[in-house]
T-cell receptor, first 120, second 111 residues
Framework: AQSVTQLGSHVSVSEGALVLLRCNYS??????LFWYVQYPNQGLQLLLK??????LVKGINGFEAEFKKSETSFHLTKPSAHMSDAAEYFC??????????????????FGQGTILTVHP | DAEITQSPRHKITETGRQVTLACHQT?????MFWYRQDLGHGLRLIHY???????NKGEVSDGYSVSRSNTEDLPLTLESAASSQTSVYFC??????????FGSGTRLTVV
């Protein structure tokens, strides 16, 4: 079983401020973890992923996330927010590894999303 | 890169009608997934497939069905559309090393 909790459905920051979006997960197997971004009326774009390599993961657009097993967390950060970062962000967990008989990731479970607002 | 195409992009249908949403991928990915996105719920898994002739129910499968007759396609059928199925539907397929690729979505309105 796996689940994701995103703390805060809305986060508001000023342009240039630190962005911190919180994600905690639960997984019965070593997890693969993902952050996706969704701009209005668009699909989902992968920001970054953790797949059991380095615990600090760097993604696109200056975002990064740190996998902390002891805290079951995978928080997303960006040192300085831009107006263009305003979007909805989703954390997601997969059971990891190869599903039985398959050759890629298994089911992906999403958090409820966090809407990021950036003020000038 | 692998591409996933969904059609139609927008669909309006009447309550009780059968509706099929298409999902097509250009690579031979075994795993394909259907999600629905609703405000306050994030994305929830409807059905998924790990290969031809394999289909599985997700957490919100009632009223939906899928079939997998080839590797490229996983159509999602709403047997008798209900207003509660008004949503945005996304198809996805993962690839090792690249994560999951999502289609552009289908916005379905049931009136």
């Amino acid at each position: 079983a796996q689940s994701v909790t995103q703390l805060g459905s809305h986060v508001s920051v000023s342009e240039g401020a630190l962005v911190l979006l919180r994600c905690n997960y639960s997984s019965s197997v070593p997890p693969y973890l993902f952050w996706y971004v969704q701009y209005p009326n668009q699909g989902l774009q992968l920001l970054l992923k953790y797949t059991s390599a380095a615990t600090l993961v760097k993604g696109i657009n200056g975002f990064e996330a740190e996998f902390k097993k002891s805290e079951t967390s995978f928080h997303l950060t960006k040192p300085s927010a831009h107006m263009s970062d305003a979007a909805e962000y989703f954390c997601a967990v997969s059971g990891g590894g190869w599903n039985a008989g398959g050759t890629s990731y298994g089911k992906l479970t999403f958090g409820q999303g966090t809407i990021l607002t950036v003020h000038p | 890169d692998a591409e996933i195409t969904q059609s139609p992009r927008h669909k309006i249908t009447e309550t009780g009608r059968q509706v099929t949403l298409a999902c097509h991928q250009t690579w031979n990915h075994n795993n394909m997934f259907w999600y629905r996105q609703d405000l306050g719920h994030g994305l929830r898994l409807i059905h998924y497939s790990y290969g031809v002739q394999d289909t599985n129910k997700g957490e919100v499968s009632d009223g939906y069905s899928v079939s997998r007759s080839n590797t490229e396609d996983l159509p999602l059928t709403l047997e008798s559309a209900a207003s509660s199925q008004t949503s945005v539907y996304f198809c996805a397929s993962p690839r090792r090393g690249s994560g999951y690729t999502f289609g552009s979505g289908t916005r379905l309105t049931v009136v």
